[in-house]
């Protein structure tokens, strides 16, 4: 699914309180000097850039499936942690800025410390294009990085609650990869929403939440707590129908997900 005209676009913002500002070429320059925080692997990957106190991912173009991908999955999620009361770990979206109606960025919280100034070094990226990127920052590390580190359990359910809803939904870059732990503060956070399809042929609960193969570390961590995972009945599901549909989730796929992680013991 992509948005069709603008109006999908300004109706999904207004439905999920998400100011859109509009923004000058000056504005985009300064947004494409920001450095970036990893290496981009793929032509098709959208550039992170850091600034100060907050994060851009783009550029976008409307029509681009990605973009709503982007948008409409992480509010998926919100959704489904709201209506079932639930904690929910996404990253907050500030914004989305908007030049001549052609180009989109959306800004994004920061989630480390924005006092700590990164150190810089350039960067030549998969398509030859230079880029300032930060070094490695210690305190704001991917989760499959940092697995060692999660001593708290119910944080370590909160990750698997998580990834069970990418799951549900069939968001495809799934996994620990996609949730970064903020060291200093203890905290995770879901990025990344833009991918669909989830993982081929699981043969455990954990591999239907996480498409990297699992690793003695990564099992030992969290397959304790799997079954605290919330699974939503099937009841539940066709009761909030309509609400799947606004992010254009056919719920009778999300129930079949459902029953299917329910077959493994």
Request: glycine share 4%; with cysteine; charged share 30%.
């Amino acid at each position: 699914m992509s948005f069709r005209k603008f109006e999908d676009l300004n109706a999904l913002c207004d439905r999920e309180n998400l100011p859109m500002f509009a923004i000058s070429q000056e504005r985009i320059d300064q947004i494409t000097a920001l450095p970036v925080p990893n290496r981009r692997c793929s032509t098709y990957k959208k550039f992170i850039r850091v600034d100060r106190d907050c994060v851009y991912k783009g550029p976008y173009t409307l029509f681009e499936k990605k973009f709503y991908r982007e948008l409409g999955n992480k509010f998926a999620i919100d959704m489904l942690c709201r209506k079932f009361n639930l904690p929910n770990i996404n990253i907050s979206i500030q914004s989305v800025l908007m030049f001549q109606y052609s180009i989109f960025y959306i800004k994004y919280d920061k989630v480390h410390s924005p006092f700590l100034v990164p150190r810089l070094h350039d960067h030549r990226d998969c398509v030859g294009v230079t880029v300032k990127m930060i070094e490695k920052i210690h305190n704001c590390l991917k989760v499959c990085d940092a697995e060692e580190l999660l001593v708290d359990v119910e944080v370590r359910k909160s990750i698997l609650q998580h990834l069970y809803f990418r799951y549900l939904l069939g968001i495809g870059d799934i996994g620990t990869h996609n949730i970064l732990f903020d060291h200093d503060f203890k905290q995770v956070y879901g990025v990344d929403f833009e991918e669909m399809g989830g993982v081929r042929n699981p043969n455990t609960k954990l591999e239907c939440l996480d498409k990297k193969k699992d690793s003695l570390k990564k099992k030992m961590i969290f397959e304790p707590y799997i079954n605290s995972i919330w699974q939503p009945s099937e009841q539940e599901l066709e009761e909030i129908e309509e609400d799947l549909k606004n992010y254009f989730i056919d719920s009778k796929i999300v129930i079949r997900r459902m029953k299917y992680f329910k077959t493994f013991v």
